[in-house]
């Protein structure tokens, strides 16, 4: 019952509901209340007088009363049964009013308005209970029911209290008094009920039918005038007949609602004709007219309501069937299902229309036999349908399964059949009848099921994960397949339960796992340990295992569920990690060189003792400072530029020569190698690097390259020397020998022709020995290199060895300034004799190249032949001196001496001098 205020007096039912008197009032006001209550009083005044003006005087005899019918459409219609007393007493008003008027005694009024209370009551309650609200006479059981408590119970209470209120003739009075209620609950209560239902609920019918309902009535009036209240009725008791079809008409068409109000009618225009003496029922004492007419209208009226009422509920059979077959058509639509029904003998098999769009068929191939859908079927499902039917006996008549169809358009449809056999007292099989679901999108579900099952086994089994679940009250374990791998148990076998676990673990896991896990199920907490697992052959495994509650509706405590994962791949990583890190420390702590660990921004994370020792600091003064701050400023932008590149490139350097400031301020040469170390996803983290104090071995060398440059130049001096003896002493003695040997050969006759050919030729040998010690001269000593500079001497030495050794060789210079320092030139020329002699000696070629080039702050000499080539490291390590030579003459002018050759592919020799030679250090040590 609602108690929300809302301005509507009235509401109607749901519009779903089906018809029989449903609509009820809810009232949600004392105004309201008083309103409906004063609405009571005067209707049911006015029914009274209505009843009045139909009673049969001066014998007071009313054939019908309509005050308490009304009274009791009026609270069946009102749900709060708690204003049903203020809407009785204000009913009950009307009627003492209108006895009052009438001139009954107060006894009478009294023992009337006690029946009317007592039948009102009586009929409202038990109708609203046996209802549980307004009655809907929709099946002959509503009518039953209703008729039993409000037109035999409640009347027979009213006519036991009622009769008393006439002196006379107790057993007819109750009699009349009976029938009279009985009537009027039986047809005017519902027809009341109907007119409130037509009000409160209307119903969109179409103009035919209300023209249908005014036809109908007026033929019966026009034909209950003539039987009942036309003068001569009593002659003509066969138009009583006339009113059957009229009957027949109202229940068939209107229901209960046609026939009540239709006997209404007759009921009106019956007591009309009683009253006024004219009619059927006007021919005999007035009490037995009435007698009479009451059971003329309860014989007429009783039939056709339940006529009637059978017809509503036949009606609402096939409402509900209609109902039945569009939920079945929704749900098979929805579904994508059709029924089917196979006859076995003809083949046929008839289809519901749902099957057209199911299966995509035409009309026509809607009718196919089962046969032709045989064709239909996929080539593998074939056997298994057709062997589907073999199976269905008459002991086992279901026929179920799942088989995929070809549609027209060349998809492929999964069906599933559920079927019924029918058979004959033989045995043999008459027809099938069962539904076809398309289940292909479940199948597909199924399938991606499926298929994510096999990815989470297969991702379980590439991460190594398993999961698990328990619970607790039955002690049940549930493990995966990769659990089962993991654990090297058999997936066949089922796990351990919760007491058995300790077998799977070492003392010391198994005891933290029971902890932890007794502490989840107290507080709810998950947990995560690292556990050592024992497998079935002896090996363990390192698993970290993970587990979680979870609970019930009720909040408590129903499994627990988790995760492990092996990780011992990843622990004897760690253990081999730490083993390497360990070893790193040890080697980084007791290195003989000095080893440092450099933030990308180039501050010290860590260095060991040798570092520290190379240059005076202690390690907690150099964790506070940067590689620049004891880089010589000289050194930093070249090192700086080195370890940008090494970030970027992700490469590292070896043997960088880096000036140090020692703690004291000195100068510490080192020779530095750095490598970029990068985090587990590729960042880079730090450098590491080695750095060898070389102060030492620098003053080595210089004082190496310093005895080295004496030795080269005391070379030079002796060969000046010896070629001056050669072109000033020993040329000159040669050329006063040949002289003489020419004035000998003169002084000799033309007789000793003999001796004047040995003559000749010793002077002859003379001479070229002379060019020779010229020649030689020159080699160890070029004035032309001192006078004509480096150009031009080179070109002429590469024109003498030419045509002395009967080869090619090209020369190109290019601008090669001739103010050159002369331990440049001389080292250029000396490299460039040695290469050229060796090539000319070893290579085997007949074409060489030598080209002198001026390039950037420097001189570039190359010389290339096309010879057999040779390996220089083998070279290097050989006992010739040529190489050894060349490189130690570049060294004292810190020039470059590159060799590019290969066997059978030539070789070429590259140097490079520049021309303002970097100063030794005067500030070493």
Known sequence: MSTSRNPRILESTPEHEPPGFSSVLRLSSTYQTILLAGFVGVFSYLAAKLGGALVLRPQMIWPLWPGCAFLVAVLLQV???????????????????????????????????????????????????????????????????????????????????GAHAVSAGYLARWKVGFLTESLALLTLTPAILSWADMVLKPAKKPVTYYFEIVLMFVGLVIVAYFAFVAPGGISRPALLYSLVPFLLWSALRFGIAGITNSTIVIGLFSIWGIIHGRGP?????????????????????SPFMFLAALVEEHKEA???????????????????????????????????????????????????????????????????FSASFERVTPENPNNRMTY???????????????????????????????????????????????????????????????????????DEVTWSRELYRIAGRDPNLPPPNFREQSQ????????????AVTEALRTGTPYELDLQMIRPDGSTRWIIDRGEVLRDAAGQIALLRGTAQDITERKQAEDALRASEEKFRNVFRDAGIGMVIVSLEGHFLAVNDAFCECLGYKEQELLHKTVQSVTAAEDWPSFSQRLRETLERGTSFQRVEKHC?????????????????????????????????????????????????????????????????????????????????????????????????????????????????????????????????????????????SERQNVEIDFQSNAVPKALPKEISLC????????????????????????????????????????????????????????????????????????????????????RVPLAPQARSAAIG
């Not at 029922?281 to 009226?301: E, I, R, T, Y």
Request: aromatic residues 6%; neutral net charge.
């Open 281 to 301: 029922f006007s021919a005999g004492a007035p009490a037995s007219n009435v007698f009479s007419l009451q059971l003329f209208f309860l014989f007429a009226a």
């Open 404 to 474: 995929r169809l070809l549609r027209p358009d060349g998809t492929i449809l999964w069906l599933e059949k559920s079927a019924r056999a029918f058979f004959d007292d033989q045995g043999k099989m008459l027809r099938m009848i069962g539904m076809v679901a398309d289940v292909t999108e479940r199948k597909k579900a199924e399938e991606a099921v499926l298929q994510r099952e096999a990815e989470l086994l297969q991702a379980q089994r590439v991460a190594q994960l398993g999961s698990w679940q328990w619970e607790p009250e039955t």
């Open 828 to 911: 250029l020329f000396r490299v460039l004799q040695e290469a050229l002699l060796n090539a000319i000696k070893h290579s085997g070629a007949q074409r060489f190249e030598v080209s002198l080039t001026n390039v950037s702050n420097g001189i570039e000499l190359r010389v290339h032949d096309s010879g057999i080539g040779f390996d220089p490291e083998k070279a290097m390590a050989g006992h010739g001196l040529g190489l050894t030579s060349m490189r130690e003459r570049l060294k004292l002018v810190d020039g470059r001496l590159s060799i590019e050759s290969r066997l059978h592919a030539g070789t070429t020799i590259h140097v």
């Open 504 to 515: 799977l673990y070492g003392p010391e896991s198994a005891g933290r796992l029971k902890c």
């Open 661 to 801: 400031v020692h703690k004291s301020g000195r100068i510490v040469i080192t020779e530095c190698s750095a490598s970029l170390i990068r985090g587990p996803s590729g960042e880079p983290r730090y450098f590491v690097g080695e750095v060898l104090d070389i102060t030492k071995r620098k003053l080595a060398e210089e004082a190496l390259s310093s005895v080295s440059r004496r030795l080269i130049e005391a070379h030079e001096e002796e060969r000046t020397r010896i070629a001056r003896e050669l072109h000033d002493d020993i040329n000159q003695r040669m050329a006063l020998l040949a002289a003489n040997l020419e004035r000998a050969k003169e002084a000799l006759s033309a007789s000793e022709g003999r001796a004047r050919t040995l003559v000749e030729q010793a002077s002859q040998s003379v001479a070229d020995l002379g060019s020779d010690i010229q020649s030689l001269s020159h080699r160890l000593h070029s004035s032309k290199l001192e006078y004509l500079g480096l150009a031009a001497a080179c070109a002429v030495f590469c024109r003498e060895i």
């Open 79 to 161: 749900q709060r049964k708690a204003i049903w007393p203020a809407l009785l007493a204000a009913g009950l008003a009307g009627f003492a009013l209108y006895d009052l008027q009438a001139g009954l005694t107060f006894r009478s009024i009294a023992l009337l308005l006690l029946a009317d209370t007592v039948e009102v009551l009586a009929a409202a309650l038990a109708v609203s209970y046996a209802f549980n609200g307004t009655p809907r006479l929709t099946s002959v059981r509503s009518l039953a029911k209703y008729s039993l408590f409000a037109g035999i119970i409640a009347p027979i209470a009213a006519a036991v209290i």
């Open 318 to 384: 096939e409402r509900e069937l209609r109902r039945g077959q569009e939920r079945f058509r929704l749900a098979a639509q929805t579904g994508k299902m059709y029924a089917y029904e196979w006859d076995v003998t003809s083949d046929i098999i008839i289809r519901s229309e749902e099957s057209v769009s199911v299966l995509g068929f035409t009309d026509k191939e809607k009718a196919l036999t089962r046969k032709q859908l045989l064709n239909r079927i996929h080539p593998e499902d074939r056997a298994l």
